[in-house]
């Protein structure tokens, strides 16, 4: 609707479509705040199918400074990818959060695939890293992080996802 408006109107926009998001203040139901929760509970952190799907993770601080370089340098009517270079399957983004927490492989429970489940989502931010983007968080360093704000931040998890 956007790029039709620009199109149609002369709307001045700019556009970016993201890779998956992780960080501070995601909420509970999804694969990372989800398993860091499952894991501090010591419950079992379901893994759909074999775990083997694709995704490549931005930390949102990274998403943030993509979208401000984008409003300020990006070129009216195109669309910037931003993707975090940090492509993972599920099970290595599940297993790395269990081995930060200290806790055993065991959690892991495989349940059943979900229909039309995507195998890969990747993404090319070339265009944006000619604007002079890269991501300044690689997945260690902002998984770490997340970790330890899901830890220091309970009140704000619990109180959404009614653990």
């Known amino acids: 609707m956007v790029r039709a408006y620009h199109e149609t109107f002369g709307l001045p926009v700019t556009i970016t479509r993201c890779s998956n998001n992780y960080g501070p203040f995601h909420f509970p139901e999804k694969l ?43 070129v009216n009517g ?18 790395t959060i269990i ?22 989502y990747a993404i090319d931010p070339t265009k944006l890293e000619k604007l002079g983007w890269k991501p300044t968080y690689t997945f260690e360093t902002g998984i770490a992080q997340t ?9 704000w998890w619990e109180q959404i996802s009614g653990e």
């Open 32 to 74: 990372i705040p989800l398993t860091i929760s499952r894991v501090l509970n010591d419950e079992k952190v379901p893994v759909y199918g074999d775990g083997k799907n694709i995704r490549d993770w931005l930390h949102v601080f990274d998403h943030c400074a993509a979208i401000d370089l984008v409003l300020h340098e990006g």
């Open 78 to 95: 195109e669309v910037y990818n931003v993707g975090g270079h940090n492509e993972r399957t599920n099970l290595e983004v599940v297993k």
């Open 99 to 120: 081995s930060a927490l200290g806790k055993s492989e065991d959690l892991i429970e495989f349940v059943t695939d979900r229909l039309g489940h995507d195998k890969r």
């Open 147 to 155: 970790i330890d704000w899901y830890l220091n931040n309970k009140w």
